[in-house]
């Protein structure tokens, strides 16, 4: 790493971009541990309070995390999302060991267009919940998720159910357990409004994900349209030999 005290780009801001580079690279491991702010101090004659703030805007971001009494270690960038088994959110989240959160970016009640009548099953013009959410990992944005969701199949929501899991509240709403989802994938590139909900540059990879999901009585009761970030998911598929 190298740092250049004379130019106008400020100095926590040059630690934060090669850091950055380090880290996408593969140069720093997921796990490693980082030099103390004193080390980095030290090696580069500035002070460490500049290090705390590069340092602390990194943790931020998601590129680090710290452990109390241990140190600054690189986080693992991307996430592995099994594409078999039909889980949540919250869900999947919490068998990382992390904290699912939710930002609501808008929330009204619409009719269903033809469209998603037709996917949903619904009636003509039914009333749906139409939900975006900002998903969080950790406070980080990992995927915006747009949801429609039968009025029928959810009764009355509110800022609470926005906070947490919708597929916990929809099992226990109709009784009934969660069965079975068609999903298509397709890549693509942030607009403005995703890259901004995002935390991530406009034109960025982004995997657009479709998803119809079932009850266990066969009736829909979402249809998701979501994007996630391309560079913090892989999707992983196993498979077996066919001939
Ligand atoms: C996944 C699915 C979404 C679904 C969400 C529910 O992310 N891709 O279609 O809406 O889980 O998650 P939660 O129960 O945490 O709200």
Do not use: W
């Amino acid at each position: 790493m190298q740092i250049d005290k004379q130019s106008p780009v400020p100095i926590y801001f040059q630690i934060m971009e090669q850091l950055k580079t380090q880290i996408k690279n593969g140069e720093l491991k997921a796990d490693a541990l980082l030099p103390s702010e004193r080390e980095y101090a030290e090696q580069f004659g500035i002070s460490r309070m500049t290090v705390r703030q590069a340092l602390s805007n990194l943790v931020n971001e998601g590129f680090l995390y710290r452990q109390k009494g241990r140190g600054t270690f690189v986080s693992k960038l991307k996430m592995e999302q099994p594409l078999q088994g039909l889980t949540s959110f919250t869900e999947d989240m919490r068998s990382r060991g992390m904290k699912p959160g939710s930002r609501l970016a808008e929330y009204q009640l619409i009719q269903a267009t033809e469209e998603l009548s037709s996917i949903l099953g619904c009636g003509h013009q039914a009333t749906l919940h139409k939900i975006i959410r900002v998903r969080l990992a950790n406070d980080i944005p990992m995927a915006i998720e747009a949801s429609y969701i039968p009025f029928d199949k959810a009764g009355k929501l509110d800022a609470s159910h926005f906070q947490s899991s919708m597929y916990e509240h929809i099992e226990a709403y109709n009784q009934m357990p969660i069965s079975r989802a068609k999903q298509e994938l397709e890549p693509g590139a942030a607009s403005e409004e995703e890259a901004e909900l995002l935390g991530i540059q406009p034109g960025a990879p982004v995997l657009y994900i479709k998803r119809t999901t079932y009850l266990q009585d066969g009736t829909a009761f979402e249809h998701v349209k979501s994007a996630y970030r391309g560079d913090r998911y892989t999707f992983v598929h196993y498979m077996d030999r066919v001939k």
